[in-house]
């Protein structure tokens, strides 16, 4: 069991950059691959990106491929996610996840603990 606590959302003007933050309790945190979705008021959750166990393998949905950077610190259990170039449309609720299966996987129904969510606000 992995228990999940996001932080580091706040409010941002379009064009600049927050990092994301998720720690995770327990200490088998290097044996979960890790990812990031998001949820904006209306819609479904997406996913945002996602790396393996060890981090050498990242994957990004194209709306954030080239401005967001995913990573993790096992020494830390902990995952990130820079975000660079915000726009307005990237507010959201960020949930990160944890999945003991597969390789960051894209599919939110693949990941077994969630953290309870950090609000990122941008505005114009």
């Known amino acids: 069991q992995v228990q999940l606590v996001e932080s580091g959302g706040g409010l941002v003007q379009a064009g600049g950059s927050l990092r994301l933050s998720c720690a995770a309790s327990g200490r088998t945190f290097s044996s979960y691959a890790m990812g990031w979705f998001r949820q904006a008021p209306g819609k479904e959750r997406e996913f945002v990106a996602g790396l393996n166990k060890n981090g050498g393998r990242t994957y990004y949905a194209d709306s954030v491929k080239g401005r967001f950077t995913i990573s993790r610190d096992n020494t830390k259990n902990t995952v990130y996610l820079q975000m660079n170039s915000l726009k307005p449309e990237d507010t959201a609720v960020y949930y990160c996840?944890?999945?003991?299966?597969?390789?960051?996987?894209?599919?939110?129904?693949?990941?077994?603990?969630w953290g309870q969510g950090t609000q990122v606000t941008v505005s114009s």
């Open positions: 996840a944890a999945d003991s299966y597969y390789n960051g996987s894209p599919d939110a129904r693949a990941y077994q603990h």
